[in-house]
């Protein structure tokens, strides 16, 4: 777990470097596209019918997705923009297609659901950290795994165009029970963190 600390010097005051207030940075633009993408794997899911080319955008999306985090960590291009708008651009990417396949799959609906339940408690509980420690945690290796997981199955359903529904079941709860042991991992860490900020204060 990485923590990064957005106090000023006299601990009191949060910050912000000048690159934070940045808006124009390439790992912007490339949220930004990840979110043209949308509308483009829709209609060529839902109208074209063409499964292959929508995972082959969907590729596209998942890389330029890794390509930004890079960027923005190597070249020190992070800005208060691109924390709103990379998680935005995920999301509703991963929700898109989850309702696109669901037109297909109906077992596709839980994880959307879940999906939704899961943002929101993350969310409620990550803002609840920032307010009281000041501070913004990155994801850990099963948030990754998590998300590695859910492109993975919605990838292996747009290629495999008849893949059989008990096995088809078996990858939606499959990245659903990793999908909730995050959830339970992350809130665990975050009431941890919460009850240690309560007993030093």
Known sequence: MQVTNEMGADNQMPRKKPSEKRIFTIPNMLSFFR????????????????????????????????????????????????????????????????????????????????????????????????????????????????TFLLYAMMLIHLVWYDIPSGLSNMLICLCMVVMMISMALYGIQDVKILREHREEH
Do not use: N
């Open 35 to 146: 979110l043209c993408l949308i509308p483009l794997f829709v209609w060529l899911y839902c109208v074209k019918k063409d499964y292959m080319w929508t995972a082959l955008v969907l590729l596209l999306s998942g890389a330029t997705d890794m390509a930004d985090g890079y960027i923005a960590r190597r070249f020190q291009m992070v800005s208060a923009l691109g924390k709103v708008l990379d998680p935005i651009a995920d999301k509703l990417t991963q929700g898109a297609m989850l309702l696109c396949l669901f037109t297909r799959f109906p077992f596709m609906l839980a994880p959307v659901i879940f999906l939704v339940i899961k943002e929101v408690f993350d969310g409620v509980m990550g803002l609840l950290v920032i307010r009281k420690t000041k501070q913004v945690f990155s994801a850990d290796w099963h948030g990754k795994a998590a």
